[in-house]
């Protein structure tokens, strides 16, 4: 396969997933929702209303030449999309059927419960269940912890389909596998899960790892990972979301696709990921497209932490001035990314752009990301 490759990435937001391409030696294109000014510095992207959703994305890739695709959140939630899509585009990833199988949650707790694995309750509905916080409300349709609430007598029912999950307290953990197509998992990594906005505690806010993990539970994920591969035939990347309680992982969701953590370990590790992905998947790429050697470091790999700046009240983007990206390194941490055009209307609760820094330890990083996001609420008078 020659270097310039032309790699069609389809989501919510693609632009982690774009520069990871660019660190494969590849050629990103790209739809989303948002067409960042970062973004189009890199690639050609085309950039559909949030409102149009999904149908908009399908509808601009089936008029696009056929090539290679990949996809990023919530294209894990349409599965029947995704089959119409490869159709047209050769698909480096998990299919349809996987998908349907991986994000039921019904299903998973059924391949948990039989392999003797932690998993949290679930109910079709509120019948019969306490209205005390000790249930969450969720989507089945769930993206970056929209519209998850607790259960309790205040509780609107939510207008799409829904279930019902047991609520554990703890910290919420993601971690990152690779599936090869001849079956198991490799345990990529750990991050520590940012979580939670005015009016929305479960929003995902972001990630720091890696994270350091006991024996014990090292042990149990790497069961965890073998047990979801051979249950749902997965392949390449994903991630799992899980509450760690008693040195367990109390598994939340699957993500069977690129996640938001793959850039974290790719600018961590300088492991070029996406290689190791689309390889997974059968994609057959020349030794020009090595995959990208770990750092040789005399200590544990440094600490990378990225978190979402959401608006707290309707506002209209600035410029902010940002470094060329065609001229940093792909394997450099940016300080800010995900930047939108100036005059951008942004309401309460959007995302905003997302904040980058590095420390020795999660919480040196989380720290730092805190005074980041309190510089930039105040200048943006966000």
């Not at 520069?19 to 970062?38: E, I, M, N, Q, T």
């Not at 391949?111 to 109910?123: K, N, S």
């Not at 269940?129 to 607790?150: C, E, F, M, N, Y």
């Not at 996640?259 to 070029?272: D, K, Y």
């Amino acid at each position: 396969m020659n270097t310039t490759q032309t790699i069609l990435i389809i989501g919510a937001s693609t632009r982690a997933a774009a520069v990871s391409a660019l660190r494969a030696g590849l050629k990103p294109r790209c739809l989303d929702y948002f067409a960042d000014r970062d973004l189009v510095a890199i690639c050609t992207v085309n950039r559909v209303e949030s409102g149009v959703g999904v149908a908009g994305l399908e509808r601009l890739a089936l008029g696009l030449p056929q090539g290679p695709w990949l996809y990023t959140g919530p294209l894990e939630n349409h599965p029947d999309r995704v089959e119409r899509i490869s159709r047209t585009h050769r698909l480096y990833g998990n299919a349809a059927e996987t998908l349907r199988g991986a994000r039921d949650p019904f299903r998973l707790v059924e391949v948990l419960r039989r392999q003797g694995l932690p998993y949290l309750e679930t109910r079709p509905d509120a019948r019969r269940l306490p209205r005390d916080g000790t249930w969450l409300v969720k989507p089945i349709a769930s993206a970056g912890g929209r519209l998850v609430q607790h259960l309790d007598h205040a509780t609107v029912p939510l207008a799409e389909p829904s279930y019902l999950q047991r609520f554990l307290d703890g910290p919420s953990y993601s971690a990152l596998f690779l599936a090869p197509q001849e079956g198991g998992a490799e345990l990529v990594g750990v991050t520590r899960q940012l979580l939670g906005t005015p009016g929305s505690p479960f929003a995902y806010r972001g990630n720091i790892g890696p994270s350091l993990v006991s024996a014990p539970l090292m042990s149990r994920l790497h069961q965890v990972g073998n047990v979801l591969c051979s249950a749902f035939r997965l392949v390449g990347l994903f991630g799992v979301d899980y509450i760690q309680h008693d040195e367990e992982p109390w598994l939340v969701e699957i993500n069977p696709r690129y996640t938001a953590s793959v850039e974290i370990f790719e600018l961590a590790t300088h492991r070029t990921l996406l290689i190791e992905h689309l390889r997974a998947c059968g994609m057959d790429l020349e030794e020009s497209n090595p995959p990208g050697k770990p750092k040789a470091f005399t200590t544990r790999a440094p600490v990378v932490g990225k978190a979402i700046l959401y608006a707290q009240r309707n506002l209209v983007a600035p410029k902010i001035e940002i470094e060329d990206p065609r001229c940093r390194d792909p394997f450099a941490v940016p300080a800010i990314a995900d930047v939108p055009w100036p005059g951008t209307a942004i309401a309460a609760g959007e995302p905003i752009m997302t904040l980058f820094t590095t420390g020795h330890d999660v919480q040196e990083c989380e720290d730092r990301l805190a005074e980041q996001e309190s510089f930039w609420q105040h200048r943006l008078k966000a």
